[in-house]
């Protein structure tokens, strides 16, 4: 595509379900990144993989979130038991080269856990 | 403290002025520096990269990386009304790491 494409746009959900938010990077990009922004704040880093390995998990904030990208393409973000503080916008975003210092990203899923 | 630190605004300028944005960092591992802008409801779209100290320029965009004061700067001349946006400071470290740092973003409007 000739973007980063996340979906769903927007997820509504109640505390304690389980959400997966899917990203479909540029086409041929090596390199993909999940950030969090929570309102008012920048872009948190969360995890990145370099084709299909998760090279750095350090930015997960706890083991209710989990990341895949099993084919090196299409990635997905799991958030298991939901809380209040998971409300945020979840960014993901693509590279071509590993290391690459352009890096495209996508509009964001916002999530709402009420 | 945080490792980048940026002005929230919100910074309301007339049409036409220069608009400068400016960061602080406390990490002096950083050598990579991006300025990403933002529209509401979008996601971050690059601006411009800069690697370790001087200037770059693009347009009506110029941006200056200071090391030694640890202190980055984007400067926008003839501000419009389009340039309306948050504007967010991000950095990285040098090696093959690819984790970026941003700034909290500082809110910008151009008034017509």
């Known amino acids: 595509g000739a973007g980063v494409s996340q979906s769903p746009r927007y997820k509504v959900a109640k505390r304690g379900q389980d959400v997966a938010l899917r990203c479909d990077p540029i086409s041929g990009h090596v390199s993909l990144f999940w950030y969090q922004q929570a309102l008012g704040q920048g872009p948190e880093f969360l995890t990145y993989f370099q084709n299909e390995a998760q090279l750095d998990k350090s930015g997960l904030p706890s083991d209710r979130f989990f990341a895949e990208r099993p084919e090196g393409s299409v990635s997905t973000l799991k958030i298991q038991r939901t809380q209040q503080e998971d409300s945020a916008v979840y960014l993901c975003?693509?590279?071509?080269?590993?290391?690459?210092?352009?890096?495209?990203f996508g509009e964001g899923s916002w999530l709402t856990v009420v | 403290q945080k490792e980048v630190e940026q002005d929230p605004g919100p910074l309301s300028v007339p049409e036409g002025a220069i608009v400068s944005l400016n960061c602080t960092y406390s990490n002096s591992a950083f050598q990579y520096f991006m300025w990403y802008r933002q529209y509401s409801r979008k996601g971050p779209e690059l601006l411009m990269y800069?690697?370790?100290?001087g200037n770059k320029e693009d347009g009506r965009f110029t941006a200056q990386v200071d090391k030694s004061s640890k202190y980055i700067s984007l400067f926008i001349r003839d501000s419009q009304p389009s340039d309306s946006a948050t504007y967010l400071c991000?950095?990285?470290?040098?090696?093959?790491?690819?984790?970026?740092?941003f700034g909290t973003g500082t809110l910008l409007a151009v008034q017509p």
């Open positions: 991000a950095m990285k470290e040098g090696g093959a790491t690819n984790k970026l740092i």
């Open positions: 975003a693509s590279s071509q080269i590993s290391a690459g210092n352009t890096i495209y």
């Open positions: 800069t690697y370790s100290s």
